[in-house]
């Protein structure tokens, strides 16, 4: 494409590409978890910070419930954080599989085909061969030669 097309988008030429969607998801995701480490070592700063300020007439315990609604929201943030990687690495593997199912779908419905025209027309059945007198029976017909497992010798069982 031309890049000096008015509508020409960078990310249309990735978002045809499941390769190239998988290489920018991943990308966004390395810079979403290099935040994910400052985030972390912010709501541990800020925590210590908060707990640590106390108010004259405070008891133990008073500075922990005020920080509390402070640290709830900065986990909150880390959690989305961490649910928002999670989503792009699932994204980048179902934009990979729906290419596997768009590829494949043309041959399961060939297949398909041709099992509706086995099914519309069933091969013709031959009769099965004349059994042999009983007089001249092979040594080897299947039935009744070997009398347990370990009889078998170099025949399969089924």
């Known amino acids: 494409m031309n890049?000096?097309?008015?509508?020409?988008?960078?990310?249309?030429?990735v978002a045809q590409n499941p390769e190239a969607t998988a290489r920018y998801l991943a990308d966004v995701q390395r810079v979403l978890l290099d935040i994910g480490k400052n985030l972390e070592t912010l709501a541990l700063e800020t925590r210590v910070h908060l707990r640590g300020t106390n108010v004259e007439g405070d008891r133990w315990y008073h500075a922990r419930l005020r920080a509390m609604p402070v640290?709830?929201?900065?986990?909150?943030?880390?959690?989305?954080?961490?649910?928002?990687?999670?989503?792009?690495?699932?994204?980048?593997?179902?934009?990979?599989?729906?290419?596997e199912t768009v590829v494949n779908t043309a041959k399961d419905r060939k297949e398909k085909e041709l099992e509706k025209q086995r099914k519309k027309n069933p091969p013709v059945l031959q009769a099965a061969?004349?059994?042999?007198?009983?007089g001249a029976q092979s040594e080897n017909s299947g039935y009744g030669v070997p009398t347990s497992i370990y009889d078998l010798g170099k025949r399969e069982s089924a």
């Open 129 to 134: 061969p004349n059994p042999p007198q009983q």
């Open 3 to 13: 890049s000096n097309d008015p509508n020409h988008s960078p990310l249309r030429d």
């Open 71 to 99: 640290e709830k929201a900065l986990g909150q943030v880390l959690r989305n954080l961490n649910n928002l990687t999670e989503g792009l690495e699932k994204s980048a593997y179902k934009r990979r599989a729906h290419d």
